[in-house]
Nanobody
Framework: QVLLVESGGGPVQAGGSLRLSCVAS????????MAWYRQAPGKQRELLAG???????GYADSVKGRFTISRDNARNTVYLQMSSLKPEDTAVYYC?????????WGQGTQVTVSS
């Protein structure tokens, strides 16, 4: 079982930056990747960025060049650095962890970008 707790969301003006954190606890040895998703009202959950156990990262086109995913293995923490934020980035942001059998999700953190 893996528990994920996100933090770092909040209100920000367009063009600003935020860093989201996701602290993981529990059985982490089997986790092969972690990712950040978001879900805006009335829309489907969207995959934004992922990081694999070998450090490989990938990004959705919508955030490439603006968002950076990273991790601190010593702290079991994954980060999402977001810059040049736009009003359309407003959503609840979720952290996820994946092993061969299960997907684990955090409770989400709200990001609101005002113009």
């Amino acid at each position: 079982q893996v528990l994920l707790v996100e933090s770092g969301g909040g209100p920000v003006q367009a063009g600003g930056s935020l860093r989201l954190s996701c602290v993981a606890s529990g059985t982490m040895l089997s986790i092969h990747s972690m990712a950040w998703y978001r879900q805006a009202p009335g829309k489907q959950r969207e995959l934004l960025a992922g990081i694999y156990s070998d450090g490989t990262t990938g990004y959705a086109d919508s955030v490439k060049g603006r968002f950076t995913i990273s991790r601190d293995n010593a702290r079991n923490t994954v980060y999402l650095q977001m810059s040049s934020l736009k009003p359309e980035d407003t959503a609840v942001y979720y952290c996820s962890a994946h092993d061969r059998r299960d997907d684990y999700w955090g409770q989400g953190t709200q990001v609101t970008v005002s113009s």
